[in-house]
């Protein structure tokens, strides 16, 4: 051979270093990554090692594989391959470095490695796996999904704004793109303003969104580029993040697993959710950081929502994490209503998944019981079991029940999975400088949300579930919030109170109670904005014990001066406390 | 249940008749379309009606399934889901009519049947499939992939288009875009004139490629769009066709099957190639015809090549055909080179596989020979047994061979197997009014071209293949082209003589043969154009009983004169004979 890959040496000897010691290893269960990664030289890809240390612990049956501390780098060109539909994330046939899939009572010990992204390629896919625990780990990129730019002036209808050589960009028919250096397109479909002081959302910011995915613009001489958008405003020297389009790549998709657990585990960058986990049960996040990458300057941690979780049962825990600077929620936790498309026999439904990030989802099987929902009230009608489940498309399901549907089944309203529901325990977290909300919380499960600190733009925490625009299955039963701080949360657009309702309620508001027993104890508002809890369609809800500290953190623009809005209530219990 | 959806009494009673019947049918093995589709009316979807008609297919084994002689309509909404990697057609998550995946022994009996598809559903997806017979049916679609304006007028930098109702259209930042009245998006990418009169790609006209999937528009007070581009030129009253920007929907996709048989089939329409097969053997189409809708004034029948093999064995036998109108070649039949991108080892490669449209395609598995080839003088200098094939991902291949490469092997250079090579017989069909070429000839197995009528725009027969552009396989080692009338070819820009080597040979032209064998033997040449044949790289080449009328059909603008150019061949016999 006259021509050696920069990686044969390695991998070579990785492998009969390997096929050498398999025999002691298959005892040890243990599988060292460093094993695969003789010759290894920082930039290189580490991907094809990674595969053959996987393939090795799928082999053995390993206990542990243990990673290097070091900065390990990974490209998209070798990983594995996989289609998948990830809720409230995009599809699509994706690249994953560390792939999961079917594996069984292990740890990923990262010994505080950084790993480090180039290009569209997922870290972590979790797939029918069981007793799984990541840890001791940092996930980054080396060009981020979204990209931001400084403030430097603004006018009627533009502004200048100024890229660090982070954020490579070229234009095309008049439009800016990003790109990165090997010609990977990074599109952005949406721009939002930060404080560069603060590093949060810039005080009452909207998101602007593009039309027809482009952006006029042009290079001016000094080096700027003015984008062009009707009314747009900023303040010169803040940040301009231009949002990924996409959610093609979270950093741990969870998928149908059971027992996970990610602890130490730092998330500075992935191009879609942190956490997004479907169909899966018992999942504890310890110490998980979502937070921009040290050193980088970046206002932005990761590119949607810190956490998510579609359709999980068992429990959800997050204790002692941080959510901040990410361009979504922090957690957000629901079922998956899918709409009656057409009834075909007396027992017998085609269902359909409206929203485009839905699809593909398996919201039922055969056994579960099956709620039916006028998707205008929320107001359930009916319960049945599924005998059979065929599912026609990502978008079209059949589902066969055990007994006729009841009188007044109707096209367009919409059913969902009664659960198992998950219990959530979420405690000492700190949520903040993100866009949008803090915890919207959509189990039947147990809730418990205690000594956790809000900073968020939007509600701190928001009830929702609809049945006409997310498709999202809610309706708590049982929540108590205990002990939390509330520091000036409603800094944003994205929230009508700290504690909030945000239900699909647009019939029979007047005896739909979609949320029911929720507690607000013992915690403390820090307020600058009185909007406090805001409520329609709920029973039994208990407001006590709780320290309201006015403040002057931000100047509230609002009209609504009431602190508790309470709409189409029953069994309210309020008892406002000053400080 | 108040409200029953259209579809449902004919399902249901279908589903009631059959349940009955099966009995029956299991004797007779015969499924009757019909039975599922009881109280259907025209314009209903038919797709569930035939989903459980295949379903029963396969369940009772049945040796025929037979349609109504009726027009029957498909929508994608409940049709069948799969992923498919489809070879020189742009892969994707697709949604298919018919999915014969894993039948055998099966005749679709049409009789007659019009299938009416809406969107973004495939006819035929024929895989893992053995033995099938589809005969006596027609293909079309409600609205086109492409679009046809008429010119009605041109001016420096734009041109005025008027359109149908059928090509619904709106703007988008500044640009056009097409339409269905279901709100699907027909993106096009290219533009190019065709003739009123003739029916055919306008003399010497080039294509119009899109930058940025955008071309600037307006709509005019009279009703008319008018189009700005650089250079664009064409003559008011002729049809000006927006070319498909995707090539998803094929009318057949053959992959990984056997022994199939397409006969008295009808294409006027689909969105990619008509007939697609890839990894198959044993193909024969009769009396397939690939032309436009009739009675829809269309110029315009399919949006890609008329049909394509690639990696195919056996035999590929088209009789009788008619593939006239189509957005590119009559055919092309080939193999598929990657290219080394690592040696990571003695025995050992990284192989990619270069072109989009090839992706995912599996072109090796173990125990087949394997070329290398150098991908600029295509000189192969070695063969070697396949091991172990690992796809790491649709862009990658591990190959891992039985003995050392050979010295010299070189990264960038190609590999590919060496066959089974399929037996090609392409006799009495009609090829003309398309884009681009006829016949592309790339099969090492015996090749006969005999009594076809060809009157095509760019080379009537094309011997390709390249290692570094479309990364095809070729190389012929038998060609007879015998009785074939060529009627006045090369009337676009997509040929330089009428019977042409397009290889891609950069080095060694001097000593590779990359061709051999070819006879053209008791041909008509009926010619404007006075370039017969133009070779390199071909060793045995003889032209011989050939008649050549020259014509006055077009006014020849070329330089070139000679009728045969020839350059470094070897062995030419050319006998020239002039009527």
Redesign the interface.
Known sequence: ????????LY??VGSILISCSTGQQAEEKVVYLKDYLVGYQEGQDAT?AL?RALDECKKVKARRLELPAEKLYFQP?????Q?VFVSNND?G?K?FAFDLTGLSDIVLEGNGAVLLFSGFVCPFLIREAENIEVRNLSIDYTRTFHSEGKIEACGEGWLDVSFASEYPYYF??G?LHFKDNQGNKYPYSNLLEFDVEKREPAYMVKDYWL??G?MPAQELKNGNVRIFKDKIKGTPGNILVFGAAQRLIPAFTVTDSKRVRIQHVNIWHCGGMGVIAQRSGDIELDHVQVTPSPGTGRMISITADATHFSNCYGFIRMLNCLFENQKDDATNIHGIYAVI??????QEL?VKLMHPAQEGFDFIRPGQQLELVNHKSLIQYGELSVENVER?????TRVCLTAP?P?????KDVVAAMGPYPEVLIRACKMRNNRARGLLLGSRGKIRIEKNYFHVPGAAILFEGDGSYWYEQSGVRDVVIRENVFDNCNYGIWGKACIAVGSGIYEQRETSRYHRKIRVEENTFHIFDPRLVNLYGVDDFVFKGNRIIHTDAYSYQGQEQRPFVIDNCSNIFIQETED
Not at 77 to 81: L, M, R, S
Request: positive net charge; contains cysteine.
């Open positions: 051979m006259k021509k050696i890959a920069g990686i044969w991998y070579l094809l595969r060109d070798y990983a594995v391959e289609y599809e046939l690249r095309s028919n439009c039309s027809g482009c498309d057409s009834i075909i026999g007396p085609i026609l498309n990502k978008k079209y549907l009188e007044g089944t109707r096209v």
